[in-house]
């Protein structure tokens, strides 16, 4: 969802391939044999296959809303918070929600290192509408998407539990353009004969 945000934000059209991880098709693991998505490839045949480098690679090309040139703080200061958020937070989003999956997890001591996680975005969240500036940036849309996921685990929890700041930005995020467009449609999963499907729709 990452990549499709920032592919929304700086126009830039490609063709979807919508995957279910359990049925990869061939071609998906030819290109990338690691078999996560995204997995983006270039007319040039090179291939990215990190969300957050797809984010960059696109905003680079166009930037218009300014993602990468936040009001406060420097695109370095962005990525190395979105790093802090995608270790440890992520971490234990997974082995809240998923606990199953992971040997000995407790759910509920996850889900409060969480939310002890959130209180950082909380504390930037006191001075200014976004994490970093009057102006949603990179941090906030990186971002939003895995707060979204754990939000969603338990919804009535969240809404007790979660810092109200950090609540109210997710809702922003949520109403936003760019956020109905990516969310907004159900793709069938991709079959070599289909058509292509673009993304976002030309036009």
């Not at 490839?41 to 040139?69: C, K, Y």
């Not at 270790?87 to 040997?103: S, V």
């Not at 009057?134 to 969603?152: E, G, I, S, T, Y």
Request: glycine share 4%; net charge negative; aromatic share 10%.
């Amino acid at each position: 969802m990452r990549a499709r945000l920032a592919l929304v934000a700086s126009q830039t059209t490609c063709r979807l391939r919508e995957i279910v991880l359990r049925d990869k098709p061939a071609h998906m693991l030819e290109i990338s044999p690691k078999g996560t998505v995204p997995v983006m490839q270039l007319a040039d045949g090179t291939v990215i296959e990190e969300s957050l480098d797809i984010m960059l690679w696109a905003l680079r090309r166009n930037d218009p809303q300014g993602w990468l040139t936040p009001e406060e703080g420097a695109l370095d200061e962005m990525l190395a918070l979105i790093a802090e958020m995608d270790g440890p937070f992520k971490h234990h989003l997974d082995r809240y929600k998923y606990a199953t999956r992971y040997e000995g997890a407790d759910p509920d001591t996850h889900y409060a290192a969480a939310i002890q996680e959130l209180g950082k975005l909380e504390q930037r969240l006191e001075a200014r509408p976004y994490l970093f500036g009057n102006r949603p940036a990179l941090a906030d849309q990186a971002m939003f998407p895995f707060v979204r996921q754990f939000c969603n685990a338990d919804k009535e929890r969240f809404t007790i539990s979660a810092p109200k700041r950090v609540q109210q930005w997710l809702e922003d995020r949520i109403s936003s353009p760019e956020f109905s467009v990516v969310f907004g449609t159900k793709w069938k999963p991709w079959q070599p004969e289909d058509a292509p499907i673009y993304f976002p729709a030309p036009g």
